[in-house]
């Protein structure tokens, strides 16, 4: 994966991509379906996927990463639906998870943007984000280090902040149903 990321920063995507696969083979093998390094191999593979506007790919990336950091023993989050996400109860590693959420609200605000201009994928963006607002507040609740929850606030912003653009976003693409006023 070292490997992977070292191609990707010299925007060799091919490469990188390769290897990044290689990777979640070793990874599979030694672990099973479940694990942070997993789906951290499934978050770069999604980044990739990402920057070259491939957003599909992207998307089913993300998913499978976050199926990878939930455990087994809870209602068993195993949906590859993209307009599925997990319930915060159990995860195998909090940041990797916020950051597999964070990813596919991007994704999905970029295929908004460059692809589709469906308002059906800023809803889930921003339900993706909801759902980083109560894990956030679940690691917050569970870490006793001060750093670290510094560390987490300046994540929580950047959540907070593409909240906000996207329910803007929304805002300017639907209407106010209701009857105007006779006067």
Known sequence: SYLGQTYSLMNDSKTASGYYEKSLALYKKSYGEKHPDIA????????LKLDQQNYEEALINFQKAIIANVPYPIPYFSSEDLKRNPTIKEYYNGNGLL???RYKAKSLESQYYGNTLKIDDLELALSCLHTCDSLID???QNS??????????????EVYEDAVRIAHAMSEVTF???PLKEE
């Open 40 to 47: 951290n191999a499934y978050n770069q593979l999604g980044i």
């Open 99 to 101: 950051y597999s959420l």
């Open 138 to 140: 679940d690691i917050r």
């Open 144 to 157: 006793s280090d001060e750093s670290d929850k510094i560390a987490l606030g300046e994540i929580a912003n």
């Open 176 to 178: 106010d149903a209701r």
